[in-house]
């Protein structure tokens, strides 16, 4: 498949909120999170195969929810790979 100037497409904003990358941007602005944390919890998420709302309202909007142990794990195994990474391309 090729791609040309045709297949360029302006999102419109209704487009744009579906995707996580947007909302994980607007969550880190509006509550003054590193959006690199607030995309490891999207990561873990995803991982997990589950929507990022739990990690949303229970590390973001700090709703008193139960505790995960698996999410925690795989979130905690998220930091230390992304830790891993940034060291190694000192």
């Known amino acids: 498949m090729t791609y ?3 297949s360029i497409r302006i999102l419109r904003e209704d487009e744009i909120k579906r995707f996580d990358w947007h909302w ?3 969550l880190a ?3 003054i999170l590193p959006l690199d944390w ?4 999207f990561e873990a998420s995803r991982r997990l195969g589950i ?3 739990f990690f949303v309202n229970k590390y973001i909007l700090k709703q008193d929810l139960p505790k995960n142990d698996e999410f925690e794990q795989v979130f905690i195994e ?3 790979e ?3 990474k ?5």
Request: avoid cysteine.
């Open 4 to 6: 040309d100037a045709k």
């Open 24 to 26: 994980a941007e607007e």
């Open 29 to 31: 602005h509006e509550h």
């Open 38 to 41: 607030v995309k490891r919890g």
């Open 51 to 53: 929507e990022p709302d």
């Open 78 to 80: 998220v930091l230390k």
């Open 82 to 84: 992304d830790r891993k």
């Open 86 to 90: 940034s060291q190694n391309t000192l």
